[in-house]
């Protein structure tokens, strides 16, 4: 997003618009760096722990102190990974003096374990890409023609999806809900969620059931 | 691994990844997640799942929860609710609006309405999942439905975007809406007098709405000290955060 004056003073002042345009613009490269930092100095993070470091992060970016000392002209990204690595680092320590272990690396210092997570989370990524192909595969074309529109090389919107389809976005969205429930129906049958049934009442109900 | 025993949280989890979960259920996920060990692990791998559909880290729909909570968490009352869809009320407390010409008295009464429920045979021809679009009166997204509810809670008729709704003297108007995506709807009329009527919501300012389907609106008005003495056009606005329209449409209150 281009930083004109009128956008940085609006930021500048809290205004929600531009906060949230702010957000939107970088919530997802942050998710990744804060991703890829994770990586170097922990065994690896999960969902959960990124969205809370981004989530925190951008909680410190827009305290009113923070939104006046951004000058508008170094790139805004630079300036939200800067305050992530603190947040990180942060977590980090408080790990360390729980468990008892020595001083925190440096982040951006590679690890061996850093580089063993990033093979685990790789070998994951290659599992539900062959699990997705898998489900793709069992699909009726037409609820294939959907799932490719939508989570293929294009990845429409719904709304584009919906256009290609001649259909209205909230068929659309029923459709993919439905196609999202045979998937978790899918994942645990394939063993991919498993683990999680208790007590008779299994984490997800199958269609039918009560 | 212990055994959560949590059902909300398992029901938390199916509809973040379904794309049905609304801010408040996604804050109360997250700190439970953060707490238990299965769950967390189950949000860990669903939103994997999630991330390679949709070639993101952050899936969308993470992405727009994390923002309304962020938003809250600042103390600002932007929040856009993207991908909010609150679960429907059954039972409703009315509000009225009050056009000028009525008495005040009506502002304090409260009564209970039942919310109408719709019949199978009236839905929208659209509302298959399945079913392609076409000619007719359902092809525009945005729409509003109006139901005339009898002081006992049938609902004696309905009408929607285009259509007249019958209801007279001594039954209540209840509206319902369906968004696409999270809007701004005013639903206002104005009387034969050229006072403005505010359906929804009370102020003359337009209400954040949600994404949904037939989602019925928390104000239903009393037709009664004859503000409906003749049919009336209804104009319902949704719009944009920005104050752009997004869609227009009317129907017609006949008493």
Redesign the interface.
């Known amino acids: 997003m281009a930083w004109d004056a009128r956008t940085l003073q609006a930021f500048k002042d809290g205004e929600p618009e531009a906060l949230g345009r702010v957000y939107r613009t970088h919530a997802e490269p942050l998710a990744r760096t804060v991703r890829a930092m994770a990586w170097r100095v922990q065994r690896g993070r999960g969902a959960l722990e990124v969205e809370n470091t981004v989530l925190e992060t951008f909680a410190r970016a827009f305290e009113p102190r923070a939104r006046q000392a951004y000058d508008g002209v170094r790139p805004y990204g630079h300036f939200l990974a800067g305050i992530a690595r603190n947040v990180l680092l942060e977590e980090q320590r408080g790990r360390e003096v729980a468990v008892g272990l020595a001083p925190f690396e440096e982040i951006g210092e590679e690890s061996a374990e850093g580089e063993g997570a990033g093979a685990a989370q790789a070998l994951e990524d290659r599992e539900v890409e062959a699990l997705l192909a898998s489900f793709k595969a069992e699909l009726s074309e037409e609820e294939r023609q959907l799932f490719e529109l939508r989570f293929g090389e294009d990845g429409l919107a719904q709304e584009g999806a919906a256009e290609r389809m001649q259909l209205t976005r909230i068929q659309v969205r029923r459709r993919e809900a439905g196609l999202k429930t045979r998937l978790l129906e899918f994942l645990q049958a394939r063993g991919y969620l498993q683990g999680f049934e208790s007590k008779g009442w299994s984490l997800f109900k199958r269609r039918g059931e009560s | 691994?212990t055994?959560?025993?949590d059902?909300q949280a398992?029901q938390a989890?199916?509809a973040l990844?379904?794309?049905?979960l609304d801010t408040e259920g996604f804050e109360r996920l997250?700190a439970h997640?953060?707490k238990c060990a299965?769950c967390?692990?189950?949000?860990?791998?669903?939103?994997?799942?999630e991330?390679?559909?949709?070639?993101?880290?952050?899936p969308q729909a993470?992405?727009a929860l994390?923002?309304q909570?962020?938003?809250a968490?600042?103390g600002?009352?932007?929040?856009?609710a993207r991908v909010s869809m609150p679960e429907r009320p059954r039972v409703l407390r009315p509000r009225f609006f009050v056009p000028a010409a009525v008495g005040l008295a009506l502002a304090a009464t409260v009564v209970l309405v039942v919310v109408p429920r719709v019949q199978p045979g009236v839905r929208p021809q659209?509302d298959?999942?399945?079913?392609?679009?076409g000619g007719g009166a359902a092809?525009s997204?945005f729409g509003i439905r109006a139901f005339c509810v009898e002081p006992g809670g049938s609902v004696r008729g309905e009408a929607r975007s285009g259509g007249t709704l019958t209801c007279a003297e001594g039954n209540t108007v209840q509206f319902s809406y369906?968004a696409?995506?999270a809007a701004r709807l005013q639903i206002e009329a104005t009387s034969a007098g050229g006072e403005p009527l505010h359906f929804f919501p009370q102020e003359s300012a337009p209400a954040d709405v949600a994404a949904g389907?037939d989602s019925v609106l928390p104000y239903s008005t009393p037709v009664q000290r004859g503000w409906l003495p003749a049919p009336l056009d209804v104009r319902a606005t949704f719009s944009d955060?920005?104050g752009r329209v997004l869609s227009q449409t009317r129907l017609r209150l006949s008493p």
Do not use: N
Not at chain 2, 42 to 47: E, H, K
Not at chain 2, 76 to 80: E, F, I, S, T
Not at chain 2, 128 to 133: F, H, K, M, T
């Open positions: 691994m055994r959560c025993a059902i398992k989890l199916r990844f379904v794309g049905e997250c997640a953060s299965e967390r692990e189950a949000y860990d791998r669903l939103t994997r799942v991330s390679a559909l949709e070639k993101r880290a952050l993470h992405e994390m923002e909570a962020l938003f968490r600042l600002l009352a932007q929040a856009p659209d298959s999942g399945w079913q392609a679009r092809t997204a369906t696409p995506q389907v955060a920005k």
